[in-house]
């Protein structure tokens, strides 16, 4: 198989068109044939023209502009406020609810207390956001994360992925910001510059009718945008930034977080391994000493024990995982030649019923490798990796969760948080290194309790490693049948 050329852009070239001029394929496994080839169909690209219009729903993820101050959110801001929902009794019948979500869910989401977000004391602007957002019911780290951080607790919460950990601190985070301030009051830090624009997202989603400027930051954007927005006079009320960004910002002296209420951890233990606890430790320092301190995550390492004895020796622990894998995720493994691994998935595209698929592999160079054999076999698929320009991961990443492409191939840059309620499959073309990855990657299907199903491609070199993840995380990876029950993973609606 050919590599691809690449330019210094990480743009992969596809050929020449008829003017002589370079077709470019922002990560999206090559052309592509058939129908939809010039529709961003399968593999196929789209026009400058296409992308200026949807990119006006971008949300967090549009490539330049922050939605927190644009037009969109500051015409919601005026149309409502807290004291006249709070005058007004029937304030819900003013709520655009979503239709509701009837497919099943497992315990990992339903096992609750039997809370309402009404319980908790909340703001009316927040709960409409909250019900809006398709929040039905407080999950079980929900229900616990709350009261607590509303009561001022520092908090170190395990649960397991896609149940609601961003829910559980963004909710009390937005209740708590004094909307009359102009100050920075919250920071978000997250390990992948996906997972801020994700988790900016949520906030932006939850605080659609609260008077409350958020925004994302994160490497390979504009830094001169960041400080526009960091030094008008409205100000921005909270930052979700990855730590190297935000910490150019402070040592600038454009954001100033004397003020910080709540500094939150998202991924904790990726911000606290050797890439980034040094930075994340000295933004902590330039924060307000009365902060709360919010650390989530999955995994705790032995790490995440001893930067919790330093930065918050009173804390509140919240530990919701007794078994460590979903409940709704079902897990597989074909045992494969590596010369079989790319007919082995050929058979699993026709097989299964994909509403949309991950496939892990282990370099960036055999994701673009693995994505141009998809194309060829005659299915849509895009590709990201970090070795990509900031936009058109960006691009990719908006235009699969916006279900443009049914496959999607990358590296462990996706593994971190990213939550895209339709994929139903998840696929390890090579298997991982460690238990920690394995977790997080079958964790992009089965989101917050709903049915998944994990395949993983073992040849001789990963059997040891195969055992190893089974004991580490007590579970069972069952060899794969001739059939699979579409019911273990189909997120059709009965």
């Not at 096992?111 to 079980?140: H, Q, V, W």
């Not at 301030?181 to 997250?190: D, F, G, H, M």
């Not at 804390?315 to 995720?329: A, E, F, Q, Y």
């Not at 693995?370 to 698929?381: H, M, V, W, Y």
Request: charged share 25%; aromatic share 8%.
């Amino acid at each position: 198989m050919q590599r691809n050329t690449r330019n210094q852009e990480g743009q992969r070239i596809s050929g020449k068109n008829k003017y002589g001029r370079k077709n470019y394929n922002y990560g999206r496994g090559g052309r592509g044939r058939g129908r939809g080839r010039f529709r961003g169909g399968r593999g196929g690209q789209r026009s400058r023209v296409n992308w200026n219009d949807y990119a006006e729903n971008l949300g967090a993820l549009k490539k330049v502009d922050n939605p927190a101050g644009g037009p969109l959110y500051e015409s919601k801001r005026d149309k409502i406020t807290e004291e006249q929902l709070l005058a007004d009794e029937k304030w819900k019948d003013k709520i655009n609810r979503p239709e509701p979500d009837l497919r099943p869910k497992t315990e990992d989401v339903t096992c609750t207390k039997g809370n309402d977000f009404e319980d908790f004391g909340l703001k009316r602007t927040l709960l409409m956001g909250i019900f809006e957002a398709n929040y039905e019911k407080p999950s079980p780290i929900q229900e616990e994360s709350l009261p607590r951080i509303l009561l001022g607790k520092n908090i170190l919460a395990r649960a397991k992925n896609g149940t609601g950990k961003t829910g559980a601190f963004a909710i009390p985070c937005l209740q708590m910001v004094d909307d009359k301030s102009t100050k920075t009051q919250v920071i978000a830090l997250a390990p992948t510059r996906e997972l801020a624009l994700q988790t900016s997202g949520v906030f932006i989603k939850l605080a659609q009718h609260m008077p409350i400027i958020i925004m994302s930051s994160t490497g390979g954007t504009s830094l001169k945008e960041d400080i526009i927005r960091l030094t008008s006079p409205q100000g921005v009320h909270i930052i979700v930034a990855t730590p190297g960004r935000l910490w150019d910002l402070v040592q600038q002296g454009i954001a100033d977080l004397s003020y910080i209420k709540f500094s939150i951890l998202d991924e904790a233990d990726k911000l606290l391994s050797g890439d980034f606890v040094n930075i994340v430790e000295e933004i902590l320092r330039a924060c307000s000493p009365a902060r709360q301190l919010l650390l989530y995550s999955a995994t705790f390492p032995e790490r995440v024990q001893d930067f919790c004895a330093t930065w918050m020796p009173i804390h509140d622990r919240i530990n919701l995982m007794t078994d460590l894998t979903l409940k709704g995720v079902t897990q597989y493994y074909a045992y494969v030649d590596e010369k079989q691994k790319v007919l082995c998935l050929h058979t699993l595209f026709k097989r299964l019923e994909i509403n949309q698929a991950i496939m892990f592999c282990n370099s960036a160079n055999r994701v673009e490798l693995l994505a141009q054999k998809i194309t060829r076999l005659g299915f849509s698929c895009y590709y990201i990796h970090s070795g990509m320009a900031q936009q058109h991961r960006n691009k990719v990443f908006h235009d699969f969760r916006s279900g443009h492409c049914k496959n999607l191939v990358c590296t462990d840059l996706f593994t971190r948080g990213i939550d895209i309620a339709s994929v139903n499959v998840v696929i390890n073309f090579d298997f991982p290194r460690s238990s920690e990855t394995y977790l997080h990657r079958i964790g992009r299907s089965g989101r917050f309790g709903h049915l998944g199903l994990a395949i993983n491609f073992i040849t001789n070199r990963n059997r040891e490693s195969l055992y190893k993840i089974e004991h580490e995380l007590n579970t069972e990876i069952k060899p794969i049948p001739t059939e699979i029950d579409t019911n273990l993973y189909s997120h059709r609606l009965e």
